[in-house]
């Protein structure tokens, strides 16, 4: 989606952090962190949000989560993390392009509030 943020992310258009890429997932620094780390993942593919998941674009929500997986290992998120997904206005989503929180590095509350 041309008008899409993380579209625009994604195709270089709007500079970010890396912090792992394949062929179907990228994850960047949020720009705003609410942990010592804080990345945001998403699938490359628009998805508006976890309301837009099917059966058939759910493979790429699961290659997001393998991606939190490697993530984790190369960052040696040993002690632990949460991945968080805003959808809709109660749910806190700003940007409406489907994309997991990663965080990490400090001890997180429950419940979040
Ligand atoms: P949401 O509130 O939709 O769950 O999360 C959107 C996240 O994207 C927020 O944590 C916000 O800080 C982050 N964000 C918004 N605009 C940008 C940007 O231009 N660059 C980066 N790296 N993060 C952004
Ligand atoms: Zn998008």
């Not at 993380?6 to 912090?19: E, H, M, N, R």
């Not at 508006?48 to 190369?74: C, M, P, R, W, Y």
Request: net charge negative; charged share 20%.
């Amino acid at each position: 989606m041309s008008d899409c943020l993380f579209c625009k992310i994604v195709a270089g258009k709007i500079p970010s952090t890396k912090v792992y890429e394949d062929e179907f997932v990228y994850a960047f620094l949020d720009i705003a962190p609410q942990a010592p780390f804080h990345a945001v993942i998403i699938p490359k593919e628009h998805i508006g949000s976890a309301d837009e998941i099917t059966a058939q674009n759910s493979i790429l929500i699961a290659k997001v989560f393998e991606a939190v997986a490697k993530i984790a290992k190369s960052e040696n998120l040993e002690k632990g993390y949460r991945v968080v997904n805003n959808c809709g206005e109660d749910g806190g989503q700003t940007v409406h392009h489907i994309h997991f929180h990663l965080l990490a590095r400090r001890n997180l509350a429950w419940p979040p509030g």
